[in-house]
Nanobody
Framework: VQLQASGGGLVQAGGSLRLSCVASGRINFIHNMGWYRQAPGKQRVLVAEIISGSRTDYADFVKGRFTISRDKSKNTVSLQMNSLKPDDTAVYYC??????????????WGQGTQVTVSS
């Protein structure tokens, strides 16, 4: 299963960006879809995720500003990021886990997309 992320870029503080990630391959079903981020010199951390297609979970530092959504028909997960802050600057990675058409479990990471927020 391959993931293709898009939507990163440079934005001023207070602005918005939308990230999208498409999963392709022989997918039977997807259990988790989410976004992580890694700032320079720091560990990769969870930003937001959708579990079992409905339950959402957000890191405290993005609650009220970011919204995660999923399009099941297109195997796509998106992250709407509003009120961006310089501290949101990082490489954002999408993550998908589920089962393939061969009934084997999979977990895949996207290639990462840079988000830079200027002050």
């Amino acid at each position: 299963v391959q993931l293709q992320a898009s939507g990163g870029g440079l934005v001023q503080a207070g602005g918005s960006l939308r990230l999208s990630c498409v999963a392709s391959g022989r997918i039977n079903f997807i259990h988790n879809m989410g976004w992580y981020r890694q700032a320079p010199g720091k560990q990769r951390v969870l930003v937001a995720e959708i579990i079992s297609g409905s339950r959402t979970d957000y890191a405290d530092f993005v609650k009220g500003r970011f919204t995660i959504s999923r399009d099941k028909s297109k195997n796509t997960v998106s992250l709407q990021m509003n009120s961006l802050k310089p501290d949101d600057t990082a490489v954002y990675y999408c993550y998908v886990a589920g089962m393939t058409a061969s009934f084997t479990g999979f977990s895949s990471w996207g290639q990462g997309t840079q988000v830079t927020v200027s002050s």
